[in-house]
């Protein structure tokens, strides 16, 4: 259907967009920090709400509330762990991998940097990172990838993150179409020159860990599956830690909110939503 917009409408429009033009222009980004110290410093008893050890090869979800951390952790060695998210209360609302590399200018997450739903608010703030290579492009493994991946194996029987996610939103009392893409904590994929995709082992360690500090409530599901472009020809994720860590209030000027225009619109779009 057709919608009729007045003049009055549209130059109103026109006006909200110079004006988020002009304020893009005029600031100045924070520089960001480097990567985050392995290993992942200790967490105080009284602050852990809860942590899980996914097995590998196994998925897992949790609903979090605003300003709670998850700290994903590869404290039993290396694995590739995708992530989805919902607004808790408006399950419509997900995880938007495209929004976030186009209005960030980039597909390189890292600490400093936030994770944006498809209404244009803030899901995530990546408030440390001791890696700083994820994939936000190619999405889990699948059936298909994995009967060719895997020598002589039939894909159909080994676990991968498609078939998760799918179970995980019908427990979850949601439909596959639903399942956001999914981003991949410790994927070091990268783009070469001619546009093809690269896996670049030496940029992860087998004690990295990320932190993602929730800017709304939110459902959060994991499935710990390896990457179609691992390398790796042997059937083997190791398990993967997460720990729920107590919400504390960020700081007036807090990185992730401050760091850039783009983000700072997005959490604009936070308190309205809020209002």
Not at 102 to 109: I, M, N, Y
Not at 262 to 272: Q, Y
Request: proline share 7%; glycine share 6%.
């Amino acid at each position: 259907m057709h919608i009729r917009r007045s003049p009055e409408e549209i130059e109103a429009n026109r006006a909200r967009y110079e004006e988020h033009q002009k304020k893009g222009l005029e600031f100045a980004p924070k520089a960001l920090p480097g990567k985050s110290g392995r290993p992942a410093p200790a967490v105080d008893a009284d602050r852990v709400l809860h942590r899980e050890v996914i097995p590998g090869g196994w998925y897992w979800s949790t609903r979090v509330r605003r300003n709670e951390v998850l700290r994903v952790s590869l404290d039993k060695g290396f694995s590739t762990v995708t992530v989805v998210a919902w607004n808790a209360d408006e399950p419509s609302e997900r995880l938007n991998l495209p929004d976030t590399v186009k209005v960030q200018w980039t597909t390189g997450l890292g600490k400093g940097r936030v994770i944006l739903s498809d209404m244009g608010k803030v899901m995530f703030s990546i408030v440390e990172d001791s890696c700083g290579a994820h994939d936000c492009l190619m999405g889990g493994s699948t059936a298909s990838s994995n009967t060719r991946k895997y020598a002589g194996a039939n894909g159909a029987e080994i676990r991968n993150t498609r078939d998760n996610l799918v179970k995980m939103t019908t427990k979850l009392g949601l439909d596959k179409r639903d399942i956001p893409a999914a981003l991949a904590l410790f994927a070091p994929v990268r783009v070469d020159a001619d546009g093809r995709f690269q896996w670049k082992p030496d940029l992860v360690a087998d004690d990295d860990y990320v932190e993602l500090r929730a800017e709304m409530d939110m459902v959060v599901g994991f499935s710990n599956c390896p990457h179609p472009l691992d390398p790796n020809p042997v059937y083997a994720p190791n398990p993967v830690t997460v720990t729920r860590i107590r919400a504390t209030e960020p700081a007036a000027d807090d990185l992730c909110r401050t760091a850039t225009a783009e983000a700072v619109r997005g959490f604009e779009n936070n308190t309205l939503a809020d209002a």
